[in-house]
């Protein structure tokens, strides 16, 4: 983010940033370095990482729904495995916590292997994380997957409801994405020729393949589009954020 922050506005240096460090770091770290609004263009929305809520295949859970059922009866049982604490999973969590008034407690861990392990021996009740970490397992009924989060089903899972279908409004933004950003006073006509070719390569065939095939979603749209995204996103997290107290280690 400071490499390019301090990069000459010429087109020559170009982020390519999950949300998370434009969204969530500047509610969770006391400080930081850059300003999101101040020092950076939006350019181009290149992909969406769908993530998931799952379960054990061998849990007695059949949806979402009854998750929540079981977690209502099972308080002190109701953890969720996740990669880090301070992400949009973390905030979803909470946030599923609070709309629904279920205890529910987020386990991190280093990693989606790790995360998967434990949830099939059964040492936490649930997961949440990207969907490519969890897919194989799903297809192959070691794990279930619940709901998925956005606002539409996806193509690889056509028959597994979003969390909203299930009640639950925290998952709505809960997929992360990428996008392309430039210094603060990149010339309009130079973003211009950006946001054109990253869309172009981001919508070819041969991108869309290799980017689906990763567990990505390729999106392509102008910067204007992901600029309201994120702040659409800030709007959504910034009141779960608050409410949980959480700061990140500056």
């Not at 509610?27 to 969406?48: G, K, N, Q």
């Not at 279930?144 to 597994?160: E, F, M």
């Not at 950006?194 to 990763?214: D, I, T």
């Amino acid at each position: 983010m400071d490499h390019v922050r301090t990069a000459a506005p010429n087109g020559r240096t170009v982020l390519i940033s999950s949300n998370a460090p434009l969204v969530i770091f500047p509610m969770t770290y006391r400080s930081l370095t850059y300003d999101i609004d101040r020092d950076f263009i939006p350019v181009a929305h290149l992909a969406e990482v769908p993530t998931v809520f799952s379960a054990a295949a061998d849990q007695p859970h059949r949806s979402l729904r009854d998750y929540i059922a079981w977690a209502r009866e099972n308080p002190t049982r109701a953890t969720v495995g996740l990669t880090s604490l301070g992400g949009a999973l973390h905030f979803a969590v909470l946030g599923m916590a609070r709309e629904l008034d279920i205890p529910l407690t987020p386990v991190p861990y280093k990693g989606g292997a790790a995360i998967v392990t434990d949830l099939i021996g059964g040492h936490v009740s649930s997961s949440t994380d990207a969907l490519a970490s969890q897919l194989e397992l799903h297809r192959s009924g070691r794990v279930r997957i619940l709901a998925v989060s956005g606002t539409n089903r996806i193509a690889a899972l056509p028959d597994v409801p979003t969390a909203r279908e299930a009640g639950v409004n925290a998952f709505v933004h809960a997929n992360a994405a990428y996008g392309a950003y430039v210094p603060a006073g990149t010339p309009p006509d130079v973003v211009q020729k950006l946001e054109s070719a990253l869309m172009a390569a981001v919508r070819s065939p041969q991108v869309k393949e290799a980017v689906n095939r990763a567990g990505l979603v390729a999106t392509g749209m102008p910067g204007k589009d992901l600029g309201r995204m994120l702040e659409e996103e800030r709007r959504f997290w910034r009141p779960i954020v608050q409410a949980s107290g959480f700061r990140n280690e500056d």
